[in-house]
């Protein structure tokens, strides 16, 4: 097959270990710097032209799509679509895990397990939205925020408020969240990969700290999930309709709740601790399924 990676950087250790596991299965692996791919939408014979040339003959691709450029990313892999080039995870599934508000809708559509969380406009709402989610301690978390950045906890009711005000002031959409105590700063990263949980790892965040990224000091190891806690990662992934996601989930007193669903889920922490080839698996996955014109929604929201 002839594969993109869509990446800014093919020296991410992602990029890198995507390239080297196709080209291992004896695949043409091409990496597609995702902001000098333009496109030419016109009807009948769509193109992506790259460094003056059009784009030909691609099997698949695989979008690694920072949050900074979703917008142009996810157009240029809704370009690929239009040209049938079949997708590892479709634009349209990208573009919906990138807004936390959205995703967690669309989880609670299917009833999987959440953290209670509210969303208001209005300053005057405010003592009564933190009511909604319990009081404090609570989480406060900027919507399109990304490495625990923007994620905040409010220890008292005081502290809610004002933090709350001050991101209204600002025009910031945000949303609050009870906080989970019992996770102890842990989490769990799923790593799903078609119906399947292929890896998981717990992220334990540093002392003092609630946040567990590893971007934030937190640290890695291995962890066997429940089966409650595998299918909950799997019927997340579904909801969003990514077929390749890491899903975050906190292990709370009443069972698995999801905190995210991450799109462009990262290799290199989850190779690292579990020791799997997940870049290898990914491959295996196109093997399988890449057909073209295959999307499920050709670019339709
Ligand atoms: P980001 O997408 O920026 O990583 P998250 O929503 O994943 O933001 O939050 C970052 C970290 O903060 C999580 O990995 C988790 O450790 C912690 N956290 C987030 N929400 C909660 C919550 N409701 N209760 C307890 N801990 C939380």
């Given at each position: 097959m002839?594969?993109?990676?869509l990446s800014?950087?093919?020296r991410?250790?992602?990029t890198?270990r995507?390239?080297?596991?196709?080209?291992q299965r004896?695949?043409e692996?091409v990496?597609i710097?995702?902001?000098?791919a333009?496109?030419?939408i016109?009807?009948?014979?769509p193109?992506?032209h790259y460094?003056?040339?059009?784009l030909?003959?691609?099997?698949?691709?695989?979008p690694?799509?920072?949050?900074s450029?979703?917008?142009?990313g996810?157009?240029?892999?809704?370009?690929?679509?239009?040209?049938?080039?079949?997708?590892?995870?479709?634009?349209?599934?990208?573009?919906r895990?990138?807004?936390?508000?959205?995703?967690?809708q669309?989880l609670?559509?299917?009833?999987?397990?959440l953290?209670?969380?509210g969303?208001?406009?209005s300053?005057?709402?405010?003592?009564?939205?933190i009511?909604?989610?319990?009081?404090a301690p609570?989480?406060?978390k900027v919507l399109?925020?990304?490495?625990?950045?923007g994620?905040?906890?409010?220890?008292?009711?005081?502290?809610?408020?004002?933090?709350i005000?001050?991101?209204?002031?600002?025009?910031?959409?945000i949303?609050?969240?009870?906080?989970?105590?019992?996770?102890?700063?842990?989490?769990?990263?799923c790593?799903?990969v078609?119906?399947?949980v292929?890896?998981?790892m717990?992220?334990?965040?540093?002392p003092?700290?609630?946040?567990s990224?590893?971007?934030?000091?937190?640290?890695?190891?291995?962890i066997?999930?429940?089966?409650?806690?595998?299918?909950?990662a799997?019927?997340?992934?579904?909801?969003?309709g990514?077929s390749v996601a890491?899903v975050d989930?906190?292990?709370?007193?009443?069972g698995?709740?999801?905190?995210?669903?991450n799109s462009?889920p990262g290799?290199?922490?989850?190779?690292?601790t579990?020791?799997?080839d997940i870049?290898?698996?990914?491959?295996?996955?196109l093997?399988?399924n890449?057909?073209h014109?295959?999307t499920?929604?050709?670019?339709?929201?």
């Open positions: 002839k594969i993109a990676v800014r950087n093919p991410l250790y992602s890198q995507l390239v080297e596991a196709g080209q004896g695949h692996m990496v710097d995702t902001l000098r333009y496109m030419n016109a009807s009948h014979k193109q992506i460094r003056g040339a059009p030909e003959g691609f099997d698949a691709v695989i690694r799509i920072g949050a450029i979703t917008f142009y996810c157009a240029v892999l809704r370009q690929f679509e239009m040209m049938g080039v079949f997708p590892l995870n479709e634009s349209v599934a990208i573009s895990s990138r807004d936390k508000l959205r995703s967690l669309l609670s559509r299917k009833g999987i397990g953290p209670i969380t969303f208001a406009h300053p005057d709402d405010i003592p009564d939205l009511q909604m989610v319990g009081g609570l989480v406060i399109e925020g990304t490495q625990g950045i994620v905040v906890l409010c220890e008292t009711q005081k502290a809610a408020e004002s933090v005000e001050a991101f209204m002031g600002l025009k910031q959409d949303m609050v969240q009870e906080y989970i105590g019992e996770a102890g700063g842990a989490d769990i990263r790593f799903v078609g119906d399947k292929i890896a998981a717990k992220r334990q965040a540093a003092g700290e609630f946040r990224n590893l971007h934030r000091g937190g640290t890695a190891s291995l066997k999930i429940t089966p409650e806690e595998r299918s909950t799997i019927r997340a992934a579904k909801a969003m990514l890491g989930i906190l292990r709370s007193n009443h698995p709740l999801v905190m995210e669903v462009s290799l290199e922490g989850i190779e690292e579990t020791g799997r870049a290898g698996i990914i491959i295996q996955y093997e399988k890449a057909e014109g295959l499920r929604t050709r670019g339709r929201g």
